[in-house]
């Protein structure tokens, strides 16, 4: 059923989904379109920790030519790591991660 008349002859396209979020359509259908320069990390399990550090899954994201991993990506898991881990560095590795301070990060 088509929302609106179509003139003959026009081509017919169907959407797979959001072009600017294309990982459902690979976690659905096992392809990314060919123009696909990044995906997004869904670590939804961690999704508490990517909002305590105040990211957003939109920041989280992987480069489908180079294998390139966002820094906010490592850095929600080692927040998780240090979290089971070392809770007292974990307080302090947020706050860096909050503060946008790479030199207390390291």
Same mark, same amino acid.
């Given at each position: 059923?088509?929302? $609106?008349?179509?003139?003959?002859?026009?081509?017919?396209?169907?959407? +797979?989904?959001?072009? !600017?979020? &294309?990982? &459902?359509?690979?976690?659905? $259908?096992? =392809?990314?379109?060919?123009?696909?320069? !990044?995906? =997004?990390?869904?670590?939804? *399990? +961690? @999704?508490?920790?990517?909002?305590?550090?105040?990211?957003?899954?939109? #920041?989280?994201?992987?480069?489908? @030519? !180079?294998? #390139?991993?966002?820094?906010?990506?490592?850095?929600?898991?080692?927040?998780?790591? +240090?979290?089971?881990?070392? &809770?007292?560095?974990? *307080? @302090?590795?947020?706050?860096?991660?909050?503060?946008?301070?790479?030199? !207390?990060?390291?």
């Amino acid at each position: 059923v088509a929302l $609106y008349d179509i003139p003959a002859g026009s081509p017919l396209t169907i959407s +797979l989904g959001d072009p !600017t979020n &294309p990982t &459902p359509i690979f976690a659905q $259908y096992g =392809f990314l379109p060919q123009d696909c320069a !990044t995906i =997004f990390c869904k670590a939804m *399990h +961690l @999704e508490q920790r990517i909002m305590v550090l105040g990211y957003e899954f939109g #920041e989280l994201l992987i480069q489908t @030519e !180079t294998g #390139e991993i966002a820094p906010k990506v490592w850095d929600v898991f080692l927040y998780d790591l +240090l979290q089971k881990h070392e &809770p007292g560095s974990a *307080h @302090e590795f947020c706050m860096a991660c909050r503060n946008n301070d790479e030199a !207390t990060k390291q």
